[in-house]
């Protein structure tokens, strides 16, 4: 299982990214997915989750600001950020998720920061 994310960076507050995560080597459209982001000394905590059927679940602080979506053809789930703001400042990492546990396998991470 190999998860590749990209789309971070450096943007101002209140601006917007779109990080996509590619997954490979599962049954990704029969699988739940979600992002989790890790800022500096902090430990890594779910953002967002997606299920097979499309049903969205989110943490509060993003709820509102944060659109996760997948496209099951081209196995990659996307996480619209919207308002952003400098505590979503953290390396974003995607993966599967098997009842509330994410699987051992982590990508390297995009990084999001968010700074004026």
């Known amino acids: 299982v190999q998860f590749v994310e990209s789309g971070g960076g450096l943007v101002q507050p209140g601006g917007s990214l779109r990080l996509s995560c590619a997954a490979s080597?599962?049954?990704?459209?029969?699988?739940?997915m979600g992002w989790y982001r890790q800022a500096p000394g902090k430990q890594r905590d779910l953002v967002a989750r997606i299920t097979s059927r499309g049903s969205t679940m989110y943490a509060d602080s993003m709820e509102g600001r944060f659109t996760i979506s997948r496209d099951n053809a081209k196995n990659t789930v996307y996480l619209q950020m919207n308002d952003l703001k400098p505590e979503d400042t953290a390396v974003y990492f995607c993966?599967?998720?098997?009842?509330?546990?994410?699987?051992?396998?982590w990508g390297q991470g995009t990084q999001v920061t968010v700074s004026s």
């Open positions: 993966n599967t998720i098997v009842g509330t546990i994410p699987t051992p396998y």
């Open positions: 080597g599962s049954i990704f459209s029969i699988e739940d």
